[in-house]
């Protein structure tokens, strides 16, 4: 024993771990989890991270107080240790066991998090080799049987969805070739076995069944669209409800308060699924999904297409094998059709560089550049040069023909003498030398059909923005035409009708009132003398302050006042007429003056608008005669002319000496040709230019 307890003591000391040999019979007894083990090496029983030893010796201390079970002490001077202490298995496992990974939520979180994406490297691992092994395969096989052909994985697959994409586009193409024929022959589609035809502004045909359809699917999509939208609200509000839940328990726990035991919003938001948005793909798959064939239409005979239409009726049975060379066709036509952009391109950017050299040429020489002649020149070259290329094959090919018959010939007859081929070269040889020597065109090689096909795009863009410069024009007229015939148009109509009639009574009104209202009185003198004086001329010649346009509303006033004035002279006449009558001794004489006093105030206030216009000094106006013309007509000089028709001509000359100042044209000619040379002397002499109002 006391070999043993060293030697136990020796291997904790060195921090030496060792297996934990257990023999059979003690496997399963749990008895010797709460007995006391010690370290017998005549059992072979070692333990890997405890060795108990017998606590009876002296100079050993008490362990029952430390924290830390491996720690052995040496001893304590002096002190004695009467207590025995017994470690059982169990404690020994929990006081200095491994650590258990996993132990908390977070930890096992962590590991699960790992495990899938080694998973999911492991998957694409996998699926990465598998894609590179048929690749391989591929590769060896086209080797092998020499063919070109690439490995597709869906291959069959994708041949039939395009001929079934190709089929509905073949009959989709062909009932709206019907539809428009009916749109034309028979708008309710019976003959042609197609709906009702409704033509659209911009001639765009469609049929009432269709209108129907689409006006259902929009109406279905905007559902679809809301219920997803609320549904997605509902679950962004539960989950922030869930993450406030969250938050009072944290700050509960921080602030040492009982944690709630029941989480309600985070129940609701695990029971509840985050809608969804279809992808692309998804969405083309459902394109794809094969739908129900349609009813077949019907062109009836004497009704045929146009010539440059396909007819996509006759190819509404028809069958794989013939889609398939269809398709084929199509793809060599887009080929070529792509061969010919890069050969239209090519050869506008040669025509461009031959405008550009003949530009700087044009330049250099001091000439104007006119870039249609210069085009048509570069044209008409080029097909000059075609024409020669041409002539000059047909001049070979003759060459080639004669020189095989003197072949024939000179095989049948013998060698000639080497004279005869002497002159041969000779005469062969000046044409050699006048090929070398002939000069290089400056135009450039053009294909003509080619630069006109260029031009066809340009002129397509052309026409379809007038046509759609032409719709933009007409979209408020359509718009008008639109409202007027729905029921808010007409609300807005007549709302628009009631204001015109109330403004109109209000100025009927207003124009009543201003008839009613009694006029202010004011000394007439009674001699002539008095009304002739120059004070009293004075007074009655109006001073113009502005200038302005007559509106309707001046126009109606002035109407109203005439009107007025009408009704004060009836009213004094019949007041004047009553009083004669009631009053016969009254002298004839003063009811005469009367009548002529009322009869000069009455002209003078109408004189006063009418002449009013023509009170102007034209000595204060710039400008020239056309614009002082202008002003005279806004002020009513031409309505006065046309009110005095009535009158005399020397009653005109009268009011004119009296009332008007004399224009004198000659000074106002001199004015505007002073006016007229002080402004080109200030635009042309000053220097510089004068940039601004009037230059």
Request: hydrophobic letters at 30%; aromatic letters at 2%; one cysteine or more.
């Given at each position: 024993?006391?070999?043993?307890?060293?030697?136990?003591?020796?291997?904790?000391?060195?921090?030496?771990?060792?297996?934990?040999?257990?023999?059979?019979?003690?496997?399963?007894?749990?008895?010797?989890?709460?007995?006391?083990?010690?370290?017998?090496?005549?059992?072979?029983?070692?333990?890997?991270?405890?060795?108990?030893?017998?606590?009876?010796?002296?100079?050993?201390?008490?362990?029952?107080?430390?924290?830390?079970?491996?720690?052995?002490?040496?001893?304590?001077?002096?002190?004695?240790?009467?207590?025995?202490?017994?470690?059982?298995?169990?404690?020994?496992?929990?006081?200095?066991?491994?650590?258990?990974?996993?132990?908390?939520?977070?930890?096992?979180?962590?590991?699960?998090?790992?495990?899938?994406?080694?998973?999911?490297?492991?998957?694409?691992?996998?699926?990465?080799?598998?894609?590179?092994?048929?690749?391989?395969?591929?590769?060896?096989?086209?080797?092998?049987?020499?063919?070109?052909?690439?490995?597709?994985?869906?291959?069959?697959?994708?041949?039939?969805?395009?001929?079934?994409?190709?089929?509905?586009?073949?009959?989709?193409?062909?009932?709206?070739?019907?539809?428009?024929?009916?749109?034309?022959?028979?708008?309710?589609?019976?003959?042609?076995?197609?709906?009702?035809?409704?033509?659209?502004?911009?001639?765009?045909?469609?049929?009432?069944?269709?209108?129907?359809?689409?006006?259902?699917?929009?109406?279905?999509?905007?559902?679809?669209?809301?219920?997803?939208?609320?549904?997605?609200?509902?679950?962004?509000?539960?989950?922030?409800?869930?993450?406030?839940?969250?938050?009072?328990?944290?700050?509960?726990?921080?602030?040492?308060?009982?944690?709630?035991?029941?989480?309600?919003?985070?129940?609701?938001?695990?029971?509840?699924?985050?809608?969804?948005?279809?992808?692309?793909?998804?969405?083309?798959?459902?394109e794809l999904k094969p739908r129900p064939a349609p009813p077949k239409p019907t062109i009836?005979?004497?009704?045929?297409?146009?010539?440059?239409?396909?007819?996509?009726?006759?190819?509404?049975?028809?069958?794989?094998?013939?889609?398939?060379?269809?398709?084929?066709?199509?793809?060599?036509?887009?080929?070529?059709?792509?061969?010919?952009?890069?050969?239209?391109?090519?050869?506008?950017?040669?025509?461009?560089?031959?405008?550009?050299?003949?530009?700087?040429?044009?330049?250099?020489?001091?000439?104007?550049?006119?870039?249609?002649?210069?085009?048509?020149?570069?044209?008409?070259?080029?097909?000059?040069?075609?024409?020669?290329?041409?002539?000059?094959?047909?001049?070979?090919?003759?060459?080639?023909?004669?020189?095989?018959?003197?072949?024939?010939?000179?095989?049948?007859?013998?060698?000639?003498?080497?004279?005869?081929?002497?002159?041969?070269?000779?005469?062969?040889?000046?044409?050699?030398?006048?090929?070398?020597?002939?000069?290089?065109?400056?135009?450039?090689?053009?294909?003509?059909?080619?630069?006109?096909?260029?031009?066809?795009?340009?002129?397509?863009?052309?026409?379809?923005n007038e046509v759609a410069r032409e719709r933009r024009e007409q979209e408020p007229e359509?718009?008008?035409?639109?409202?007027?015939?729905?029921?808010?148009?007409?609300?807005?109509?007549?709302?628009?009708?009631?204001?015109?009639?109330?403004?109109?009574?209000?100025?009927?009104?207003?124009?009543?009132?201003?008839?009613?209202?009694?006029?202010?009185?004011?000394?007439?003198?009674?001699?002539?003398?008095?009304?002739?004086?120059?004070?009293?001329?004075?007074?009655?010649?109006?001073?113009?302050?502005?200038?302005?346009?007559?509106?309707?509303?001046?126009?109606?006033?002035?109407?109203?006042?005439?009107?007025?004035?009408?009704?004060?002279?009836?009213?004094?006449?019949?007041?004047?007429?009553?009083?004669?009558?009631?009053?016969?001794?009254?002298?004839?004489?003063?009811?005469?003056?009367?009548?002529?006093?009322?009869?000069?105030?009455?002209?003078?206030?109408?004189?006063?608008?009418?002449?009013?216009?023509?009170?102007?000094?034209?000595?204060?106006?710039?400008?020239?005669?056309?614009?002082?013309?202008?002003?005279?007509?806004?002020?009513?000089?031409?309505?006065?002319?046309?009110?005095?028709?009535?009158?005399?001509?020397?009653?005109?000359?009268?009011?004119?000496?009296?009332?008007?100042?004399?224009?004198?044209?000659?000074?106002?000619?001199?004015?505007?040709?002073?006016?007229?040379?002080?402004?080109?002397?200030?635009?042309?002499?000053?220097?510089?230019?004068?940039?601004?109002?009037?230059?």
């Amino acid at each position: 024993m006391p070999n043993t307890r060293r030697w136990g003591l020796k291997l904790h000391c060195a921090n030496i771990e060792t297996r934990h040999e257990v023999t059979g019979s003690e496997v399963d007894n749990d008895e010797v989890n709460d007995k006391p083990i010690l370290a017998q090496s005549q059992d072979k029983f070692w333990l890997p991270y405890f060795i108990p030893l017998s606590t009876t010796s002296p100079t050993i201390s008490s362990v029952s107080n430390m924290d830390n079970a491996n720690y052995i002490p040496l001893g304590v001077k002096g002190g004695k240790i009467n207590e025995a202490v017994t470690v059982t298995l169990s404690m020994a496992r929990v006081t200095c066991g491994p650590k258990v990974i996993g132990e908390t939520k977070e930890e096992r979180k962590v590991i699960a998090r790992e495990i899938g994406l080694k998973a999911r490297k492991e998957k694409k691992r996998i699926k990465s080799e598998a894609r590179a092994a048929r690749k391989a395969n591929a590769i060896l096989h086209r080797k092998l049987n020499r063919s070109t052909k690439k490995y597709n994985k869906n291959e069959e697959r994708n041949k039939q969805r395009k001929i079934d994409l190709e089929r509905q586009k073949i009959r989709c193409g062909a009932i709206k070739q019907a539809e428009a024929l009916a749109a034309i022959h028979d708008p309710t589609g019976k003959t042609f076995n197609v709906g009702e035809i409704i033509v659209l502004p911009g001639g765009i045909v469609k049929t009432k069944e269709g209108l129907r359809r689409a006006a259902e699917e929009k109406e279905k999509k905007q559902r679809q669209d809301a219920a997803r939208q609320a549904a997605l609200q509902e679950y962004k509000d539960a989950d922030a409800a869930a993450r406030l839940e969250a938050q009072e328990a944290q700050q509960a726990e921080g602030e040492g308060r009982p944690l709630p035991t029941y989480f309600p919003a985070k129940e609701a938001l695990s029971k509840m699924v985050k809608p969804k948005k279809l992808s692309k793909k998804q969405l083309q798959r459902q394109e794809l999904k094969p739908r129900p064939a349609p009813p077949k239409p019907t062109i009836p005979e004497g009704i045929s297409l146009p010539d440059d239409e396909e007819n996509l009726l006759a190819l509404w049975d028809i069958t794989d094998e013939d889609i398939k060379k269809r398709l084929i066709k199509k793809k060599k036509e887009k080929a070529a059709g792509r061969k010919d952009q890069i050969k239209i391109k090519k050869n506008a950017k040669k025509l461009k560089k031959a405008l550009k050299v003949m530009k700087e040429q044009a330049d250099n020489a001091g000439v104007a550049f006119d870039q249609a002649a210069a085009r048509k020149e570069i044209l008409d070259a080029q097909a000059i040069n075609v024409r020669k290329r041409k002539d000059k094959k047909k001049n070979k090919k003759v060459v080639i023909s004669d020189a095989e018959s003197n072949s024939d010939s000179d095989s049948s007859s013998g060698s000639d003498s080497d004279s005869g081929s002497d002159m041969e070269e000779a005469k062969v040889e000046p044409i050699e030398r006048q090929g070398m020597n002939r000069k290089r065109t400056t135009s450039p090689k053009l294909e003509v059909t080619l630069i006109e096909r260029a031009a066809e795009p340009e002129r397509a863009s052309k026409a379809n923005n007038e046509v759609a410069r032409e719709r933009r024009e007409q979209e408020p007229e359509q718009k008008k035409a639109e409202e007027s015939k729905t029921d808010e148009g007409k609300q807005l109509a007549a709302a628009k009708q009631a204001n015109k009639e109330k403004k109109g009574s209000r100025r009927a009104a207003k124009l009543a009132a201003e008839a009613s209202e009694k006029p202010t009185k004011r000394k007439r003198p009674d001699d002539d003398e008095e009304r002739n004086s120059p004070q009293n001329k004075k007074a009655k010649t109006p001073v113009v302050a502005e200038v302005k346009k007559k509106s309707d509303s001046k126009k109606l006033n002035h109407e109203g006042r005439r009107a007025k004035l009408e009704v004060q002279n009836e009213g004094l006449q019949e007041r004047d007429s009553k009083k004669q009558e009631s009053s016969d001794t009254r002298p004839d004489r003063d009811i005469a003056e009367r009548e002529s006093r009322i009869a000069a105030e009455t002209s003078d206030h109408v004189e006063k608008h009418i002449h009013g216009a023509e009170q102007w000094n034209p000595d204060k106006l710039t400008g020239d005669a056309a614009r002082k013309d202008k002003f005279r007509r806004l002020l009513g000089a031409g309505k006065v002319a046309s009110k005095e028709g009535e009158k005399s001509n020397k009653e005109k000359k009268e009011m004119k000496g009296k009332n008007q100042p004399a224009v004198d044209i000659d000074k106002i000619t001199l004015d505007l040709e002073r006016q007229f040379e002080a402004g080109n002397k200030m635009k042309h002499d000053g220097g510089r230019k004068r940039r601004g109002l009037g230059a």
